[in-house]
């Protein structure tokens, strides 16, 4: 740990909250977690201007170390109450920390509309493939034939792609990142949080205590470690055949760029209506 | 304001106390939370609440505040504790499939405290049921829909004048107690026009939440004084503290400790019911000499002042109380209301909802009879008084 790291832990993590966190040995939501407070640091983002959101499940445990407003709010909802904070007070940089189910599934439609508003957020959706907290259930990201508890005799159903989506859906930035991918990550979030608009990180982290057991994935460095062999960088990814790209996955920024927020366009809204009362 | 007045004299009238307006129970529940300071709303669109949601969004940008239309109920009550959090006084507006929705996040603002106002204009369920007739159908929804036990305010209005009154009253508690405030009117009341008389503006009490005092580093978000009523830091003002719907200790942290979990519980349930009498409304209508009582609320409160009027001229000697507190249960006043009456009637559009509470009050006082009605009409006063042939 170098000295630098060292006092952004100090900066940014809460004094008052113990640990160890609550997460399994391997998790990677401690990266997120390092990853998160070394792109607020290098953003020079003020802490009492930033306030972070999250749902329910093992994602849902991370504000509550960083030394901001936290505020872990219901299953799938996290993205409501972040949109009605930044409502109310625009100037905040608000950041909201899902999971997979929490995001895509009870969570799915606030995402895609939060995307087509254009929201100025930034969504962190920890994508592990599966319900973590409640013991490895099914997710709409479980790939098809995968074991789940629910799914005992392999998944039936294709899952989502998420970066995929929240682009369709009209995010100003979209970017995939992993935990094993640290420095990258690092960036991907520290672009998102910069970013004007609605920003989504899908950070892909393992969960060996649930997905990885019931697959036989082996242990959490085995999978820490497959990642580096699945993610392909943007620009190889564009080069790949069909057959390469099986069972592999697309890291980088999928989507970048300008549009109007719903904080700017209302303002038009506000703006006419003023005009109007105003002739009477 | 009267045909053909001039702006000049309708802006000189504005100013003079008791402005004269032709509203519709919805405006002015609308009109109410704008005067008690409202300045956030989120909602989604639902028969016979759509008038406020549309109110809304007319003149919240006037204001220069925030009004959003969400993707559904849920979003709406989800946004409006985000913004509650954040310093604003919040509401949204729905009906009884929309306000089945919200009943998870409505937990979530009762545990955090997050003072809002919900507004549930009854029509007739379950499910899509009567969408655009009147019920009463959401008196015990509104007390017990969210999980767990938990305290509930909910207020009723019984006419246009009572939507603003009560609409005022709703935020002024929800900020007081630092609780969410559900707003229960009925289709007839919420589309009803009525003259109504609203007041000046400097005459109305508005009372905010209070906010901490001390430095950021001195802030324990829950630790409270006498009261029981933690104050609350708006989100980005320095205080960086943490909310969730999980059990907590005074710092706001997860705590499953039995030596912190139950004073927390008696500290949501005393923080309300300490002050009880300052929330438990009613009206009395003829009941000092009355032999028989009539005990209502919302539009059906309307059809027993008929029914009092028509019976006293008919010679039979009838009284009315009107609960404008659902919840608490005013049981005080239905106490006094019951001792020494030869019966009790209790109309209402549902299966006995209220009744059941004032029989579980009663206690042998007197005879307490249910008068339910579910065909989407209003119980008419001759209704009422063809009841009193079984009493009489």
């Known amino acids: 740990m170098t000295a630098v790291h060292r006092s952004v832990v100090y900066d940014w993590l809460r004094h008052d909250k113990k640990f160890p966190h609550v997460w399994c040995p391997g998790c990677g939501l401690g990266i997120l977690l390092g990853s998160l407070v070394r792109s607020l640091a290098q953003g020079g983002y003020d802490k009492n201007q930033v306030v972070l959101v999250s749902g329910i499940g093992c994602s849902g445990r991370l504000p509550v170390y960083v030394d901001v407003g936290s505020v872990h709010t219901t299953h799938g909802r996290a993205l409501t109450f972040a949109t009605g904070i930044k409502l109310a007070k625009p100037e905040l940089k608000v950041i909201v920390v899902m999971g997979d189910g929490d995001a895509t599934a009870i969570g799915g439609n606030h995402l895609i509309h939060a995307a087509r508003r254009n929201l100025d957020l930034t969504a962190i959706i920890v994508n592990n493939l599966t319900y973590g907290m409640t013991g490895g259930q099914y997710s709409p990201t479980t790939p098809l034939g995968a074991k789940a508890t629910t799914a005992p005799y392999g998944h039936s159903e294709p899952s989502f792609d998420i970066s995929a989506l929240t682009v369709t859906a009209g995010a100003s930035f979209v970017a995939r990142s992993t935990v094993y991918h640290v420095t990258q990550l690092d960036q991907m979030l520290s672009q998102a949080i910069a970013k004007k608009g609605f920003g989504v990180v899908e950070v892909l982290s393992p969960c060996h205590t649930n997905y990885g057991r019931q697959n036989r994935l082996g242990s959490q460095v085995e999978m820490m470690k497959s990642y580096k062999k699945q993610a392909v960088r943007m620009d190889r990814w564009d080069k790949l055949g069909s057959a390469e790209r099986e069972g592999r996955f697309a890291i980088g920024v999928l989507a970048d760029h300008e549009r109007p927020t719903f904080w700017e366009t209302y303002q038009g809204s506000v703006d006419r209506a003023q005009a109007i009362r105003k002739e009477g | 304001?009267?045909?053909?007045?001039?702006?000049?004299?309708?802006?000189?009238?504005?100013?003079?106390?008791?402005?004269?307006?032709?509203?519709?129970?919805?405006?002015?529940?609308?009109?109410?939370?704008?005067?008690?300071?409202?300045?956030?709303?989120?909602?989604?669109?639902?028969?016979?609440?759509?008038?406020?949601?549309?109110?809304?969004?007319?003149?919240?940008?006037?204001?220069?505040?925030?009004?959003?239309?969400?993707?559904?109920?849920?979003?709406?009550?989800?946004?409006?504790?985000?913004?509650?959090?954040?310093?604003?006084?919040?509401?949204?507006?729905?009906?009884?499939?929309?306000?089945?929705?919200?009943?998870?996040?409505?937990?979530?603002?009762?545990?955090?405290?997050?003072?809002?106002?919900?507004?549930?204009?009854?029509?007739?369920?379950?499910?899509?049921?009567?969408?655009?007739?009147?019920?009463?159908?959401?008196?015990?929804?509104?007390?017990?829909?969210?999980?767990?036990?938990?305290?509930?305010?909910?207020?009723?209005?019984?006419?246009?004048?009572?939507?603003?009154?009560?609409?005022?009253?709703?935020?002024?508690?929800?900020?007081?107690?630092?609780?969410?405030?559900?707003?229960?009117?009925?289709?007839?009341?919420?589309?009803?026009?009525?003259?109504?008389?609203?007041?000046?503006?400097?005459?109305?009490?508005?009372?905010?939440?209070?906010?901490?005092?001390?430095?950021?580093?001195?802030?324990?978000?829950?630790?409270?004084?006498g009261s029981l009523i933690p104050r609350l830091a708006d989100l980005g003002e320095g205080y960086r503290y943490h909310v969730t719907g999980l059990v907590h200790d005074e710092r706001g942290f997860p705590t499953r400790r039995a030596d912190e979990v139950e004073p927390f519980y008696a500290r949501l349930f005393g923080k309300i019911s300490r002050h009880f009498n300052d929330l438990m409304l009613t009206k009395q209508y003829s009941m000092d000499d009355a032999e028989i009582v009539l005990i209502s609320y919302g539009c059906t409160a309307r059809s027993c002042r008929a029914a009092v009027r028509l019976g006293r001229e008919r010679g039979i000697k009838l009284g009315l109380l009107q609960l404008l507190t659902l919840w608490p249960f005013p049981r005080q006043a239905v106490e006094a209301a019951l001792a020494g009456r030869k019966a009790a009637l209790v109309p209402e559009l549902n299966m006995g909802q209220i009744s059941r509470e004032v029989k579980r009050v009663n206690d042998g006082r007197t005879q307490v009879i249910r008068h339910s009605k579910m065909d989407g009409t209003m119980i008419t006063p001759e209704e009422i008084l063809g009841r009193m042939r079984e009493v009489a």
């Not at chain 2, 929705?101 to 809002?116: D, F, K, R, S, W």
């Not at chain 2, 015990?140 to 969210?146: E, N």
């Not at chain 2, 929800?174 to 000046?200: G, N, Q, S």
């Open chain 2, 1 to 225: 304001m009267a045909a053909g007045t001039s702006k000049a004299a309708g802006k000189a009238a504005k100013s003079r106390k008791g402005q004269a307006r032709l509203l519709q129970g919805n405006e002015a529940a609308s009109l109410g939370a704008l005067a008690a300071g409202c300045n956030f709303f989120a909602g989604y669109p639902i028969t016979p609440a759509s008038e406020i949601t549309e109110y809304m969004s007319r003149e919240m940008p006037v204001r220069g505040n925030p009004f959003i239309q969400m993707e559904d109920e849920i979003a709406s009550i989800g946004a409006c504790v985000g913004a509650s959090l954040a310093g604003r006084k919040a509401m949204t507006a729905t009906s009884g499939p929309g306000f089945s929705l919200m009943q998870e996040n409505l937990g979530y603002a009762m545990i955090v405290e997050a003072p809002m106002v919900v507004v549930n204009v009854m029509r007739g369920g379950p499910s899509t049921g009567l969408p655009t007739n009147v019920a009463q159908g959401d008196v015990q929804q509104a007390r017990w829909g969210t999980h767990g036990d938990h305290p509930a305010i909910v207020f009723c209005p019984s006419s246009v004048a009572e939507c603003f009154e009560l609409m005022v009253k709703a935020f002024n508690t929800a900020e007081r107690f630092r609780t969410p405030v559900i707003f229960l009117a009925d289709e007839t009341v919420a589309h009803l026009r009525e003259k109504v008389i609203l007041p000046a503006e400097g005459d109305l009490e508005v009372i905010d939440r209070r906010r901490p005092t001390v430095p950021p580093d001195w802030y324990v978000p829950y630790k409270t004084d």
